[in-house]
Nanobody, 113 residues
């Protein structure tokens, strides 16, 4: 059974930073492309960023230049470093193993003063 677990969310002021983690079992992180999505209240889930198995990254225009993906295969974890956070980044952030049915439970990010 594959487990995908996000962590690192919280409350941060505008302009602040957070690092989200996506830990997956069975060595999934080193084999599959991993994506982050987010869903704000009353809105559809939207793509944020993804990293391929050979570390090619792709970002939504809304986060480009502010968010950075990285991977640590030894820890089976993908990280989403978020900087210069804005109120519109407030959402539940989900990790997804691309090409599969596996999603994490989500972690809440709230950007507010």
């Amino acid at each position: 059974q594959v487990r995908v677990v996000e962590s690192g969310g919280g409350l941060v002021q505008p302009g602040g930073s957070l690092r989200l983690s996506c830990a997956a079992s069975l060595g999934i992180v080193s084999i599959y492309d991993i994506a982050w999505y987010r869903q704000a209240p009353g809105k559809q889930r939207e793509f944020v960023a993804h990293i391929t198995s050979d570390d090619i990254t792709n970002y939504a225009d809304s986060v480009k230049g502010r968010f950075t993906l990285s991977r640590d295969n030894t820890k089976n974890t993908v990280y989403l470093q978020m900087t210069f956070l804005k109120s519109e980044d407030t959402a539940v952030y989900y990790c997804h193993v691309m090409g599969s049915v596996y999603w994490g439970q989500g972690t809440q990010v709230t950007v507010s003063s």
